[in-house]
């Protein structure tokens, strides 16, 4: 390997190898003891006959010490926003407070059954209660319910609204207007739920075309799910216009709500003329990402939506208790059972506490302005396809390292090399070779830079050695895998006659 | 702000590096008449302090100190402390999904081991990184019966956890799948016959929990052969995973979907949790969700990578197998650390002991109330009938700090006054007895006094 110079980031350093669990297996090894059993022993052959379970296979036998020290080493092969900045595009890598954990973990609330009496459960309804006004603030609108699981998950939620309302006016209409810079769940969503999808062109600033928009407006449009700030960063300035063009028809509007980062104390989408938006509590509100979940994905409606909302529905009684709300009869249903992914309401409404409305807002001036200020440290140094404001996140693209046969992906490798997790690549659609920045508020000027430095030297490194860059990563713990090899013979499980 | 780390000094330098001398200039694009000129109207900015405390009263509103007797989908089991000190390690707690392989090495394999695991426990070939939880895994499962069968209709056992159910209607109802209920026997098992009426050349599955709603363990072989015989699939919901210690795993199964929460997951008013999907090899490109798999690097170093991505939403779009993105990756680790304490040993102890207390509390209430469904096997919970109203009988062991079994008028009216217990490791046989004592001992005294019409609603309002 040539001689590079090393970043003022990250460094190499020993990190532990360590095999599959199962490999250190042993009969004999344990890390549980029960109490002794204080009722009769039961004979479970003569209790459960032929649904006895004799043998459970290959799970493991090990030690406690072994348990700690095997996933300690695993941990320590992630990136982890508690590493560094995490500059993943439309995914708001921020800061995960630890009070949010410590307060999730109080006993009652963590250990408060989804069926215990309302009488007992005032705690956990007085958290919902309090969150749900609070995201009603923040987003204008007139109603909530904080049941969906995931972004996706109140995107589909959403779309269920969408259709219970037409349904309710005697039409369901056929089709769902999604812009070509939309995130994958949106058509994925539409389809879901039975709508046909219609793409609608992005203009020249990266914004909904909204002449093309009005030719695509028909009575058989049901709804035009829209993300705004868009994935380009890009605030969709005339989505008032969009709003009355969609409203004219008998059209609504959806927000996709996960870049709500950008606009959190700044503006409220229920004043823009939005009728129904998700909101990411993993994303906006703090809440850890944890390697790919647990989400949390609210849906806001305005008045008109609000008789559809799943059930159950958080309400004041009239002795002032609250409690759950279950005759709805126009509502959309369960979309999962309990009430939500409650865990994530604490922490939600912990960060939202522990920022206060001018918190809130400071907050999101600083997401706004790292964006910026990466934008133009790294203008010129690679192609900004769209020269439209940015707010919270900025795309460019690979097009100059490209002529050279470095590609997004590539340039994302060798990042690693500089102690960086990568941006999101390749994404959004309409940017040929896309890098999507979003550094979020939670760096400090220093790590700003040290970025900005990274990206500048790959960017050297390619003019003067693209094969170099091609090659990376250098320093992680393994080279690239192949992906190929993955998926055409697919091994998705451990067998002992795969070992190494 | 406290999170933010920023002094005045570094936000001016920045903005004279943009060239811009206010950052209200950044926010230009918002057209003036939507920008926002006031503050929030939330609560004013708290001290670590001041939350820790707002936070401690909520808990102490919520059940704090009672001992309850409820499962019902979401059960309280000891969770292993070291689950916590793992899952809090920031490089799990604060990292991404791992789509960037070479920085993800740990989760990715963690998520390797969990899949292998639960593949082992569920008898089926593979399973997958995890679906939000136990309700829209079983949805999700249906539809994907549907896409490997090219059929449109399903039958589900009224047995089936009834907020599962009405998740399914949900989800259904707009992919055009009509459901039907299929009811069950004295035995509190799925009624064969009626299945066997129900199940047409139509129906893509039949989807079945065991241990079911009422705790009873269904013959899924028997069941299987009605579903296979006429090439409709069976799919097995799965809400107790702890019984997989002791229970035979539906093999017949052609899909399980499951809830994991029992394995190491806080009851947390009901989520997070972790569903999770299992199957046969020969239906994984039909499967949803994320699946790590095993591959080498360039030097032929063994790594794990996320795959069949061409099934997934932000390759397929519309036509990808389901819209999930976000899945439980921090809660799926939970219960591959608490499946790695327990192992082929440990669990099999546990759901013995969860057998042996729930076996002890039926027959002690058998001796004052009636048992139901005795014919069939169970696990750890049970339903018991009493002449008195489970509300009122429950109001009483409130005021013993004791949550009683669930009333299940609300979701089967026919089983009149009865209630399902659940008992598992953690109850005590002094509880059980005093929770007996409370209940049942005393009905004959209350129902001297049997409760007006105005006492029971007032009941069902403590709901």
Known sequence: ?????????????????????????????????????????????????????????????????????????????????????????????????RVNEFVARLEGLANGHPYQ????????????????????????????????????????????????????????????????????????TAATVGYAVENLKSNERGMVDVAALAAQMTEDVAALMVTNPNTLGVFEQEIHKIAELMHAKGGLLYMDGANMNALVAKTRPGDFGVDVMHMNLHKTFSTPHGGGGPGSGPVAVKKILEPFLPTPVVIT???????????????????????????????????????????????????????????????????????????????????????????????????????????????????????????????????????????????????????????????????????????????????????? | MRYLPKSPADRAAMLQAIGIRSVDELFSPIPAKFRLTRDLAVPRQMAESEIV?????????????????????????????????????????????????????????????????????TGMDLANASMYDGSTGAAEAVMMACRITGRHSAVVARSLHPEYREVLNTYATHQAIPVKTVSFTDSGQISLKELEEAVGEDTACVLMQSPNFFGTIEDVEAIAEIAHKRGALLIVSIAEAVSLGVVEPPRAADIVAMEAQSFGVPLGFGGPYCGVLATKEKFVRQMPGRLAGQTVDKNGKRGFVLTLATREQHIRREKATSNICTNQALVALMVNIFMTVYGKVGLRELAKQNLAKAVYAAGQFGKHAKVLFAGAPRFNEFVVQTSEDPYAINSRLLGHKIV??????????????????????????????????????????????????????????AR
């Open chain 1, 117 to 188: 009496p309302e009488k007992i459960s005032q705690g956990a309804l007085q958290i919902m209660k309090t969150l749900s006004d609070c995201l009603l603030e923040i987003t204008g609108m007139d109603a909530i319910t904080l049941q969906p699981a995931a972004g996706a998950h109140g995107e589909l939620t959403g779309m269920l609204l969408v259709r219970a309302y037409h349904q309710s006016k005697g039409n369901a209409r056929k089709k769902i207007l999604i812009p070509d810079s939309a995130h994958g769940t949106n058509p994925a």
């Open chain 2, 404 to 461: 009683g079994g669930l009333p299940l008028k609300k979701f089967y009216p026919e089983l009149k006054n009865a209630a399902l217990w659940c008992c598992t490791e953690l109850t005590t046989r002094s509880v059980i007895d005093k929770a007996i004592d409370t209940a049942v001992g005393l009905v004959a005294e209350s129902e001297r006094s049997a409760p007006s019409m105005k006492e029971t609603e007032e009941h069902e309002v």
């Open chain 2, 53 to 121: 405390d707002w936070f401690k009263q909520r808990a102490k509103e919520n059940g704090e100190g009672y001992t309850s007797f409820l499962g019902a989908g979401a059960y309280f089991h000891h969770r292993p402390v070291v689950i916590d000190a793992l899952v809090q390690r920031g490089e799990f707690l604060t990292s991404y999904t791992p789509y960037q392989a070479e920085f993800a090495q740990g989760t990715l394999q963690a998520i390797f081991e969990f899949q292998t695991m639960i593949s082992e426990l």
């Open chain 1, 317 to 500: 009684k009239p002795d002032g208790a609250l409690g759950f709300e279950y005759n709805r009869p126009q509502s959309v249903g369960r979309v999962r059972a309990f009430y939500g992914n409650f865990g994530m309401f604490i922490r939600a409404l912990a960060y939202i506490f522990a920022n206060g409305p001018d918190g809130l807002r400071q907050t999101t001036e600083d997401a706004v302005l790292n964006a910026n200020y990466i934008r133009k440290g790294l203008e010129g140094v690679y192609d900004l396809p769209y020269s439209t404001p940015s707010m919270h996140e900025v795309v460019f693209s690979d097009k100059i390292q490209a002529t050279k046969g470095v590609k997004t992906v590539d340039l994302a490798k060798r990042l690693i090399d500089y102690g960086f997790h990568p941006y999101t690549m390749a994404f959004p659609l309409i940017v040929h070779g896309a890098l999507m920045i979003e550094p979020t508020e939670s760096e400090p000027k220093e790590e700003l830079d040290l970025f900005i430095e990274a990206m500048k030297s790959i960017a050297e490194e390619v003019e003067e050695d693209p094969q170099f860059v091609l090659d990376s990563p250098h320093n992680a713990r393994i080279s690239r895998l192949d992906d190929t090899l993955a998926a055409r013979k697919p091994v998705l499980r451990w067998k002992p006659e795969n070992v190494g």
């Open chain 1, 1 to 97: 390997m040539k001689t590079k110079p090393m970043t003022r980031k990250a460094t190499r350093h020993i990190s532990q190898n360590e095999g599959l669990i199962f490999e250190k297996s042993s009969p004999g090894k344990a890390a549980w003891k029960l109490p002794p059993l204080d009722v009769p022993e039961v004979d479970t052959a003569k209790l459960l006959g032929k649904q006895e379970r004799k043998d459970l296979g290959y799970m493991p036998e090990v030690s406690e010490i072994e348990i700690i020290r095997h996933f300690t080493r695993l941990s320590t092969w992630n990136y982890a926003i508690d590493l560094g900045m995490f500059p993943l595009g439309s995914c708001t890598m921020k800061y995960n407070p």
